[in-house]
């Protein structure tokens, strides 16, 4: 696009219009911009991020994955990071690195997805250890008739080729079940 004297591009009121987060990273990992989102998402005023490394607010268990892609390189993380609070938000990060070592980086909260995602996940190990535990036998096919859950009954009264409680892939009924596979004896 062309300079044009008459024309005056707002870049900082660009920067700050996200609700995302935005930032620039020096070489050394430490911040050099941060947009005022970072108030509203995380609680941190820009005066406590400027001159910090990045990788202070990552979660403990996260910073093996937390780094900083090479140049003209690409990354996508997924990390928690820590809110001015004491407790964590996941961050889901995209990231690139300039030929002059600066990385400029987009991140957006997904913690309310992850908890619901921790949340059905809790809730479907619930089910399947309930339905572990009646005396009928169940069996549960998915859609594509590959081996789906099964629970303990139908273990003890049908077997198990693979040994395994709940889940085994590349198996169909077919493979196992005396009455759907001709070439199967008991």
């Given amino acids: 696009m062309p300079k ?6 707002d870049l900082e009121a660009f920067f700050h219009l996200s609700p995302d987060l935005f930032c620039i990273i020096a070489a050394d990992g430490s911040y050099q911009k941060v947009n005022s989102a970072w ?9 406590d991020l400027i001159g910090h490394s990045w990788l202070e607010l990552v979660h403990p268990h996260d910073i093996a994955i937390a780094h900083l892609p090479d140049a003209q390189q690409n990354l996508h993380l997924e990390i ?7 407790s964590y938000r996941w961050l889901s990060w995209s990231l ?17 997805q992850q908890q619901q995602i921790t949340a ?34 139908f273990r003890e009264v049908f077997g198990d080729p693979t040994g395994k409680p709940s889940c ?14 001709p070439k199967r004896k008991s």
Avoid at 80 to 86: A, K, M
């Fill in 120 to 153: 059905l996940s809790t809730e479907r190990n619930s089910l399947y250890n309930l339905l572990d535990q009646l005396p009928a036998f169940l069996y549960l096919q998915p859609q594509d008739y590959g081996v789906g859950f099964y629970n303990q009954r």
């Fill in 39 to 47: 108030e509203q998402m995380l609680g941190w005023k820009s005066a």
């Fill in 80 to 86: 928690r990071y820590l809110h001015r609070d004491g």
């Fill in 168 to 181: 085994s892939a590349g198996l169909t009924a077919r493979d196992w079940l005396p009455w759907t596979n």
């Fill in 4 to 9: 044009d004297t008459d024309t005056v591009f």
């Fill in 96 to 112: 690139s690195t300039s030929p002059e070592g600066l990385t400029y980086a987009v991140g957006k909260d997904f913690t309310t």
